[in-house]
């Protein structure tokens, strides 16, 4: 099992094991490449440490969950304890000894590393994302540039990336959202500052839908889904994305 999930690691995260301890040789660390963190931590430990019946030791794999209440879900449950030389922080240690499939131990894994990697790479990993963003008629006419083409450049957008979808919501006189666009690219360099708007960096977008623009007024909006405010990048409620679709 411990060389299994070696080369599932390998494969995966392209991370060795790294042995830290002289007294301890056969515990081997899995870190991030960025921030260096532990994501996982494999211990051959005495059995009876555990409550275990029988002599000699057994190999476990120590992870990190993201969420305080699924450590205490795992617990007790059979092959999962409360994390060994490792209490704090939500760690759980768990039986590399069959008793637990191998997909499921691969998948708090998994979770360990999303816990701990770094905000950027939590970025990079998180699912696509549904936004709405604010248009200026003032600053730029986003209905005549997807007259001329089904893709454009847009400011980028703090914490949107390529795959998320976007909504635009268009102000005064317009004040509603027009278009629904597939981000393509983020992060093109930009150097934009005319004392209103600046700009450092662009993303692409790409035309998928238009919208009457008596449905999703900012009326509708206020009254049906609880959006009073339209200043930036946000997120959106179920029951929006619902009716979006």
Request: proline letters at 5%; a positive charge.
């Amino acid at each position: 099992m411990r060389d299994k999930l070696f080369a599932y690691v390998a494969k995966k995260y392209r991370t060795k094991p790294e042995y830290l301890w002289e007294l301890y040789p056969n515990y081997a660390v899995f870190r991030h490449g960025d921030n260096r963190k532990w994501f996982g931590l494999v211990m051959d430990v005495p059995r009876e440490k555990l409550g275990l019946d029988g002599s000699g030791t057994v190999d476990i794999l120590n992870v990190k969950m993201g969420d305080p209440l699924l450590a205490d879900l795992l617990v007790g449950q059979e092959g999962f304890y409360r994390g060994y030389h490792i209490s704090r922080g939500n760690w759980v240690s768990v039986l590399l000894d069959g008793t637990v499939a191998f997909a499921e131990i691969c998948r708090w894994l998994d979770e360990s590393y999303h816990a701990t990697a770094s905000r950027q790479t939590q970025q990079k990993l998180r699912p696509p994302k549904e936004w709405i963003i604010p248009a200026n008629p003032k600053y730029y006419d986003v209905c005549a540039a997807f007259e001329q083409a089904d893709e454009i450049d847009w400011k980028q957008g703090k914490g949107i990336k390529t795959g998320d979808t976007v909504f635009l919501y268009v102000g005064s006189p317009v004040s509603a959202i027009l278009y629904k666009c597939r981000v393509t690219g983020t992060g093109i360099p930009c150097r934009f500052d005319n004392g209103e708007v600046r700009m450092t960096s662009l993303m692409k977008i790409k035309l998928q839908k238009r919208y009457d623009p008596h449905r999703f007024t900012f009326d509708i909006l206020g009254t049906e889904y609880g959006i009073f405010a339209v200043r930036g990048p946000r997120g959106i409620p179920e029951s929006l994305s619902k009716a979006l679709k």
